[in-house]
């Protein structure tokens, strides 16, 4: 009986926590600065998470907040949380997603080559079918079912893009947006897409520039 308290006890403690964590209201969020001493501040990269005409953008049960007591607020002294990552719900968006988030990364650049290696693997593989456009390269090698494009990034630094498709899902694992910040995105995919590297290539950049645009006034 008296463990069962304690746990009932401990829950409800750490109910508290995730309140105290993340406000129950809020228009923008702080993704935090490393002070010298290796400790999170605010004042970070701010993002909005509500849309230009007031209506709510996020998935709240997935935004991640930091236990920060100096927080921010905004003109109208609303809190401003410190996050590690936010999703957008895909819906808001308009763009046909079924996955936008940002998300707190050590180097968002490192992850972004990282992600980068294998398409550049398929490339080296002399049997890799090549399709080449203004703003991309395509790849698929003749025993995959993959396909995988490279895109000029949207975004300062030249950093490595690179996008995956199946018959069914296009993943964008890494956009590098600061040093420390990536965006991590997931569409439906179709099998005309994946069939033709180049309706994918332009199809995909198509897709990219849509979340830029959709996150460039939120930042």
């Given at each position: 009986m008296r463990n069962?308290?304690?746990?009932?006890?401990?829950?409800?403690?750490?109910?508290?926590?995730?309140?105290?964590?993340?406000?129950d209201f809020f228009?923008?969020?702080?993704?935090?600065?490393?002070?010298?001493?290796?400790?999170i501040y605010r004042g970070g990269p701010i993002f909005r998470a509500e849309s230009l005409n007031g209506s709510p953008l996020l998935l709240r049960d997935r935004t991640k907040c930091r236990a920060?007591?100096?927080?921010?607020?905004?003109?109208?002294?609303?809190?401003?949380?410190?996050?590690?990552?936010?999703?957008?719900?895909?819906?808001k968006t308009g763009i046909d997603l079924s996955e936008l988030q940002l998300s707190l990364v050590e180097d968002a650049a490192g992850s972004a080559e990282q992600n980068a290696l294998a398409h550049r693997a398929v490339l080296d593989r002399s049997e890799t079918e090549r399709?080449?456009?203004p703003n991309f390269i395509c790849a698929r090698h003749q025993k995959d079912d993959t396909i995988s494009c490279q895109?000029?990034?949207?975004y300062p630094g030249n950093i490595a893009l690179v996008i995956y498709c199946t018959a069914w899902v296009?993943?964008?694992?890494?956009?590098?947006?600061y040093e420390q910040i990536q965006i991590g995105a997931k569409w439906p995919s179709n099998i005309t897409l994946v069939n033709d590297?180049?309706?994918?290539?332009?199809?995909?950049?198509?897709?990219?520039?849509k979340i830029y645009t959709f996150l460039d006034p939120l930042s």
């Open positions: 069962f308290a304690a746990s009932i006890l401990l829950m409800l403690f750490a109910g508290v926590v995730n309140a105290q964590n993340c406000p228009r923008f969020v702080d993704f935090g600065l490393e002070g010298h001493d290796g400790v920060i007591r100096d927080i921010a607020s905004d003109g109208h002294g609303n809190p401003i949380p410190v996050v590690t990552s936010i999703n957008y719900d895909p819906v399709v080449q456009g895109l000029v990034s949207p296009c993943e964008m694992p890494v956009l590098a947006v590297l180049n309706t994918a290539g332009m199809a995909i950049s198509d897709k990219v520039q």
